[in-house]
């Protein structure tokens, strides 16, 4: 099982991102995808969740309203459109899978089967 995370970058406050996260070797649709992210220093933190049929969504306060999580079960990949960006924002973002439950919803890092490398965003002027 593969998941490649790409997407991340430099990005001014108030700016936009998109990351992506490419699944291989596993039925991409019988899992719940969920993204995370670490700071320098911090621990790992969850972000943003879909279902696997892409209709439940869920985020964590911090980001609802700014981010959007999709996902194209056709193409194996989940995405996370970054808006509105902080600095605060700036961490290593990471893609996780589980085959765990059914909506969308806070996820711990614990419970998850698989996960990716993480891709870096980074928020500055």
């Known amino acids: 099982v593969q998941l490649q995370a790409s997407g991340g970058g430099w990005v001014q406050p108030g700016g936009s991102v998109r990351v992506s996260c490419a699944a291989s070797?596993?039925?991409?649709?019988?899992?719940?995808m969920g993204w995370f992210r670490q700071a320098p220093g911090k621990e790992r933190e969850f972000v943003s969740s879909?279902?696997?049929?892409?209709?439940?969504?869920y985020y964590t306060d911090s980001v609802n309203g700014r981010f959007t999580i999709s996902r194209d079960n056709a193409r194996n990949t989940v995405y996370l459109q970054m808006n509105s960006l902080k600095p605060e924002d700036t961490a290593v973002y990471y893609c996780?899978?589980?085959?765990?439950?059914?909506?969308?919803?806070?996820?711990?890092?614990?419970?998850?089967?698989?996960w990716g490398k993480g891709t870096q965003v980074t928020v500055s002027s």
């Open positions: 996780a899978a589980t085959v765990t439950g059914i909506r969308a919803g806070p996820m711990a890092p614990g419970v998850m089967d698989y």
């Open positions: 070797g596993l039925t991409f649709s019988s899992y719940r």
């Open positions: 879909i279902s696997k049929s892409g209709i439940s969504t």
